[in-house]
Nanobody, 125 residues
Framework: VQLQASGGGLVQAGGSLRLSCAASGRAFSRYTMAWFRQAPGREREFVAASRRNGGRTYYADSVKGRFTLSRDNAENTAYLQLNSLKPEDTAVYYC???????????????????WGQGTLVTVSS
């Protein structure tokens, strides 16, 4: 599957953005979808994940209550709604997909075989 992330941009603190991750192929509902981010000078970190086949959604503590991951299986697209943005949310955001059940943590990069190219989110103070 190929992933195309979009929707990043420049926004003021407190603002909102919606990121999209469009997937090629079929059977989108069978993929666990996730978002990670990488801030300048830092390692890539887990943001949110939605398990395949209508499973549970998970969030990093740093974004819980502010970010929402949703998916439209008919449109083969996953979304990440970013609200109440903070300057520390500035990062390149990547979407990722796993076609097999993740038995370990959904927050591990190695669990995902497919990655999008990233979209930059910049939050000004």
């Amino acid at each position: 599957v190929q992933l195309q992330a979009s929707g990043g941009g420049l926004v003021q603190a407190g603002g909102s953005l919606r990121l999209s991750c469009a997937a090629s192929g079929r059977a989108f509902s069978r993929y666990t979808m996730a978002w990670f981010r990488q801030a300048p000078g830092r390692e890539r970190e887990f943001v949110a994940a939605s398990r395949r086949n209508g499973g549970r959604t998970y969030y990093a503590d740093s974004v819980k209550g502010r970010f929402t991951l949703s998916r439209d299986n008919a449109e083969n697209t996953a979304y990440l709604q970013l609200n109440s943005l903070k300057p520390e949310d500035t990062a390149v955001y990547y979407c990722a997909a796993a076609s097999t059940e993740i038995l370990s943590s959904v927050g591990l990069e190695g669990a995902y075989a497919y990655w999008g190219q990233g979209t930059l989110v910049t939050v000004s103070s």
